[in-house]
């Protein structure tokens, strides 16, 4: 690791630690040149992921957008932001341990309403709504009776 004080290109680690996250080490080192401290920390190496809508454009996988959409769903219900954090989190899990480098929009609604039927159904039902885009009444009803009729 470089000195950042004499760019001096060996130091020692003193102290090493993991964040609070538990997702980065902390180290302090010391340049061996110029005795100098420094921190640099340590982090898994996220390998990116695309993500194929339907019109068949492709972009980076953005956690704030499956977030806001969840979020959305789950207004106004009993549904705290720490689990709808913790669903996302799943997913993330979920789509990372898939070791798919592409993933289409339709694994990740179909991801997303299967956690959603188990946490709250009008959220379910919301989300649905909107990412199989119903066209009419009898769509949304032919939904509603998949779901009454899983109970």
């Known amino acids: 690791m470089k000195c950042p004080y004499c760019d ?3 130091s020692k680690v003193v102290d090493s630690r993991p964040t609070e996250e538990g997702q980065t080490i902390r180290r302090r080192r010391e340049c061996i040149e110029c005795n100098r401290r420094f ?3 340590e982090k898994i190496e ?3 992921l695309v993500v194929a809508k339907k019109n068949g454009d492709r972009q980076t996988y953005n956690r ?3 977030l806001n959409g969840i979020i959305k769903a789950c207004e106004k219900r009993p549904v705290t932001i720490k689990t709808i954090e913790e669903i996302v989190d799943d997913i993330e899990k979920e789509l990372y341990n898939s070791m798919e480098k592409e993933i289409t929009t339709h694994c990740i609604g179909e991801i997303v309403m299967d956690r959603l039927k188990d946490i709250d159904e009008v959220a379910y039902v919301r989300f649905a709504s909107v990412y199989r885009q119903f066209k009419d ?3 949304f009803m032919d939904e509603l009776k998949k779901l ?3 109970k």
Do not use: G, R, S
């Open 8 to 10: 001096y290109y060996e």
């Open 39 to 41: 921190t640099t920390y």
């Open 46 to 48: 996220e390998i990116p």
């Open 64 to 66: 704030n957008k499956l």
């Open 137 to 139: 009444v009898n769509t």
């Open 148 to 150: 009454l009729d899983e």
